[in-house]
């Protein structure tokens, strides 16, 4: 992806700058990459908030406590909740930086010389002699982290033993990307015949490419659990219904810019973006401007809903007391995030042709025939194509949950079947995934209160689950009145056929080949625990997409 990220800057510098001549090709004196800096951020809460379903990779399991952020999974499991419960999720700020990881780690110097050798090997549109001087694009600064604060906040009243109502709101999605690419050198040098001279053109340019895009997307939800019947051998069955309110904003914000000057025989400079210049009529409309821009905030506001259910055949039916049931239809939006104001332009020089990441006929090349040696940094507008929406695809999916007890531990399965697409398009790009099917699965492992005989062999695996915590409340018990700790891995995985549009053949054939197998929707290792009787923890400890340290707490008046 980062290599993916530095090619599309090369693409859009060198194809401002590249003379297409099949005849007399120009030759690249020079070529100085500049300095890379980026910050990357993100988070998700897509498998919902919360200690249960939440940290389990969102399988949707009513014997891992969801507690009130069930509305988030299956809402028919609020009807369990015997008082009101508040809960909400927190995580740690981490990043490259907090754990060590170097910026050449993240970006080798091997990618970003890659990505220049992909175009100055490119002898078709200008040649870089070896007595040429050449210094690839250095690595300034690079983070890519995880950002910290609250992230979900779930609330639930019992309003009788039967009825219980919810009210919560998930930040879903928080992705931020920020690009500089600065100090861009390079010379070009060609020539123009005319009559029987030839007069000598360099074309000098300092340019700077920065990008920017953020992408956030959040839900609030209404929800009730009813419990239909309870008899007294504790079989079971509830229904519940959450409506769900999305929004999502989308914003972009790039700009490329070239300052530098055309030297005509090696004399008499005309420089760009210089307004100042006394040789241009800009009351005339004439312009030394040259850069390309796209700016858009794309917002979208989309309802949901989701319906479940939930049934537990009771404590006496022999061998099915061992199993609990559930079943959840996910009603979800397919969201156009539009910007009536959104804009994508250019202004390049008027001996340029077709427009930045022109394909075919609207290849941008270079007429030297055209070059007006009076006026050669006059430049001209181009529009380019760039929507006023942007769409954000998610499936709609019944899912079919079974619980097997373990004696103490848990076994949770779930069936899932979509309709939809999980995709993303802006303009004519498109990529995503056409859901058909999906699985997941999770164990739910129960460990002892107190450290005790046995118990002791399992320091180990609560190092590799970062127990500190939940150790220091056990060794104080005591005091903390810690118990009932559980251990978990859970995985998800989701089936489909690729959808790729708009993208060049090798790039086509790249992400199908990536988005051709099975999708990885949710994993994750996360542990909980209860301490002074009415407080809960969850933490998840790895995972995708939350990714690590998040945790969770809920309140139990």
Known sequence: MIKKIYTLFLVLLLSAVSFAQVDDTPIMQYWVGG?????MAFQGNMNGPGMGSGIFAGIVSPGIRNG???MYSNPAELSFLKSPQL???TRMMIGTHTLGISDSEVISEETLTDGS????????TFKLPASSYRKDTQLGGVNIYQPGGVTSLSFALPLSDRLVVGFGYNSLMQFDMNMLVSGIMTNIKTEKQIGNSVTPIDMLLNSSLSMQMTFRMSSMSLSAGYRLFQNENNRTLSVGIAFNRY??????????NSDGMMVISNSTEYYFNDPSDNVLDFNAGETNSFYWETRGNFEAVQWGGRLGMYYYFGDKAKFFSNFKLSLVYDLMPEMTLSDDNAFSRSYQPKFLTGRPLGEDEETMDIIIDSIDIAKPNLTVETFNSFGNSVRVNMPSSLTF????SLGKHLFAFNYVSYSGELSYQMDKFKFGKKATSGVRFGLDFHFPDKFKGASWLLLPLRV??????????????????????????GIALMNGEPIVEGFNNEDTQSLTDALDIPLITGFSMSRTYTIYENIDIGVLVFGFPEMMMRFSFGYNF
Do not use: E, V, W
Not at 35 to 39: A, F, I, K
Not at 473 to 484: E, H, P, R, W
């Open 247 to 256: 929004t999502a904003f989308h914003q972009l914000n790039n700009k490329f």
């Open 87 to 89: 809960l909400f999720d």
């Open 117 to 124: 050798d992909d175009f100055l090997t490119d002898t078709t």
């Open 35 to 39: 300095t890379l800096n980026m910050d």
């Open 68 to 70: 009130a952020s069930a």
């Open 464 to 489: 590799f689950f970062l127990d500190l915590d939940g150790a220091i409340f056990q060794l104080f018990a005591k005091q903390t009145g810690y118990k009932n700790p559980h251990y978990r891995y």
């Open 401 to 404: 949950g079974m619980d097997i």
